[in-house]
């Protein structure tokens, strides 16, 4: 619990800069229960006026809180959501952001990378993120080439790179936990070449051997591999061609980060490249389907209008 306390103090204080007698929600549920609890006394810590709401485990990521958290949630300040399926892309949520309340959500977070990932410096992680979203944003041509095989071009020309910093001070700031990458979304229907997926992908977990995604005019074609190959495909297929659209370029920023099969923390590592494929709308795109699954690539070449920013994992 110790470990947990220091990280939850680290995302309360330095992430989200709580306040003294600010209205603080935690809303949780059974599995991620321990986690909730650390920020819930995190936050008593901190002098807020704090509130733990655990609810029952969603069916699904992006399935809404129970009634009446929706309009409940809209009344604090700040808070988090450490639950086992996500509530980032719900409705409450973001009706939450949009009357201010800034914070975070932390789906499927487990207590080793709580305890690692956001007991970090994340002023450091801040500076890396904005210069990488800086590049990303003045490029207009990618180039992403791996060990394993990836050689992939994509057109970002005109498309804005996001940091995500971890840093979450402001009304209405509003982020994953933990955070580190610098991402935007490439042009729809301009991506050739060929993925090769050797860190994790959806709900894989590790590889044990790596996926091929095939890409030809922005859309993933083929996916070649074993069983891991054919759960990818189970996830995508129900929500048709749009899922198979190449959505995000991102690069991970966090030095605490390590690849362990789960994307939420795998994406962040820094070092890595990763390449989505589904829903960017939330990030400026155009494909807004229900699916968004991240590919994480380990050491990778990352190529920005012909200049190399990163050579095998390393940031140039």
């Given at each position: 619990?110790?470990?947990?306390l220091s990280a939850a103090?680290?995302?309360?204080?330095?992430?989200?800069?709580?306040?003294?007698?600010?209205?603080?929600?935690?809303?949780?549920?059974?599995?991620?229960?321990?986690?909730?609890?650390?920020?819930?006394?995190?936050?008593?810590?901190?002098?807020?006026?704090?509130?733990?709401?655990?609810?029952?485990?969603?069916?699904?990521?992006?399935?809404?809180?129970?009634?009446?958290?929706?309009?409940?949630?809209?009344?604090?300040?700040?808070?988090?959501?450490?639950?086992?399926?996500?509530?980032?892309?719900?409705?409450?949520?973001?009706?939450?952001?949009?009357?201010?309340?800034?914070?975070?959500?932390?789906?499927?977070?487990?207590?080793?990378?709580?305890?690692?990932?956001?007991?970090?410096?994340?002023?450091?992680?801040?500076?890396?993120?904005?210069?990488?979203?800086e590049i990303l944003t003045?490029?207009?041509?990618?180039?992403?080439?791996?060990?394993?095989?990836?050689?992939?071009?994509?057109?970002?020309?005109?498309?804005?790179?996001?940091?995500?910093?971890?840093?979450?001070?402001?009304?209405?700031?509003?982020?994953?936990?933990?955070?580190?990458?610098?991402?935007?979304?490439?042009?729809?229907?301009?991506?050739?070449?060929?993925?090769?997926?050797?860190?994790?992908?959806?709900?894989?977990?590790?590889?044990?051997?790596?996926?091929?995604?095939?890409?030809?005019?922005?859309?993933?074609?083929?996916?070649?591999?074993?069983?891991?190959?054919?759960q990818l495909k189970r996830?995508?297929?129900?929500?048709?061609?749009?899922?198979?659209?190449?959505?995000?370029?991102?690069?991970?920023?966090?030095?605490?980060?390590?690849?362990?099969?789960?994307?939420?923390?795998?994406?962040?590592?820094?070092?890595?490249?990763?390449?989505?494929?589904?829903?960017?709308?939330?990030?400026?795109?155009?494909?807004?389907?229900?699916?968004?699954?991240?590919?994480?690539?380990?050491?990778?070449?990352?190529?920005?209008?012909?200049?190399?920013?990163?050579?095998?994992?390393?940031?140039?």
């Amino acid at each position: 619990m110790s470990d947990l306390l220091s990280a939850a103090r680290t995302a309360v204080n330095q992430c989200l800069g709580a306040k003294r007698g600010e209205k603080f929600l935690v809303i949780t549920d059974e599995p991620l229960r321990p986690i909730g609890l650390a920020f819930f006394e995190a936050g008593r810590e901190a002098g807020c006026e704090t509130i733990l709401c655990e609810i029952l485990p969603r069916k699904n990521s992006g399935e809404p809180p129970p009634e009446p958290i929706p309009d409940f949630w809209k009344r604090f300040d700040l808070f988090v959501a450490p639950t086992s399926r996500s509530l980032t892309h719900t409705q409450a949520r973001k009706a939450a952001s949009d009357a201010g309340v800034r914070g975070a959500t932390l789906p499927g977070i487990s207590p080793d990378t709580m305890a690692r990932c956001l007991d970090a410096d994340y002023q450091a992680i801040a500076r890396r993120s904005e210069r990488l979203a800086e590049i990303l944003t003045a490029g207009k041509s990618a180039r992403v080439t791996t060990p394993a095989g990836t050689d992939i071009t994509l057109s970002i020309d005109g498309r804005q790179g996001t940091a995500d910093t971890g840093l979450l001070t402001a009304r209405g700031a509003f982020g994953n936990l933990p955070a580190g990458e610098a991402f935007l979304a490439p042009v729809e229907g301009t991506s050739e070449g060929v993925i090769v997926v050797d860190g994790s992908v959806g709900d894989s977990g590790t590889l044990t051997r790596p996926i091929t995604l095939v890409v030809k005019g922005g859309y993933v074609t083929e996916i070649l591999g074993g069983a891991e190959a054919d759960q990818l495909k189970r996830l995508l297929d129900p929500h048709g061609r749009d899922a198979y659209s190449i959505a995000e370029l991102g690069v991970g920023t966090n030095d605490k980060a390590r690849i362990v099969g789960n994307v939420l923390e795998d994406e962040k590592v820094l070092g890595t490249v990763h390449i989505a494929v589904g829903n960017n709308a939330f990030m400026g795109g155009t494909v807004n389907v229900p699916s968004h699954h991240d590919a994480v690539l380990r050491k990778p070449d990352l190529i920005i209008d012909g200049r190399v920013v990163m050579r095998a994992g390393e940031l140039l």
